[in-house]
């Protein structure tokens, strides 16, 4: 594939694209692998996802998100509103 007419932006996206489709098959045949030899008295089923570090940083991503109290509402009136007052 010629990169050439392709900005930056878009082939970091077309890469992660792949990486995440890639990550996708290896963590569905390790779910597989760790399901085949788990004991179900010790431990549940395993979902594909606990094996893709994409959607491990997705939850973490998320997590934080959570963390904000009032969430990215409460940074714009303390921010905005405050300039608006001086």
Not at 16 to 33: F, H
Not at 51 to 71: E, T
């Amino acid at each position: 594939m010629d990169p050439d007419p392709l900005t930056l932006r878009e082939l970091v996206l077309m890469a992660e694209g792949r990486d995440g489709a890639e990550w996708e098959r290896t963590s569905l045949l390790a779910m597989l692998i760790a399901n085949a030899n788990r004991d179900p008295k010790k431990h549940g089923p395993f979902k594909p996802s606990d094996f893709n570090p994409y959607s491990l940083a997705v939850r973490r991503r998320a997590a934080r998100a959570d963390r904000l109290p009032g969430g990215f509402g409460m940074l714009r009136t303390v921010f905005v509103n405050e300039r608006s007052k001086t």
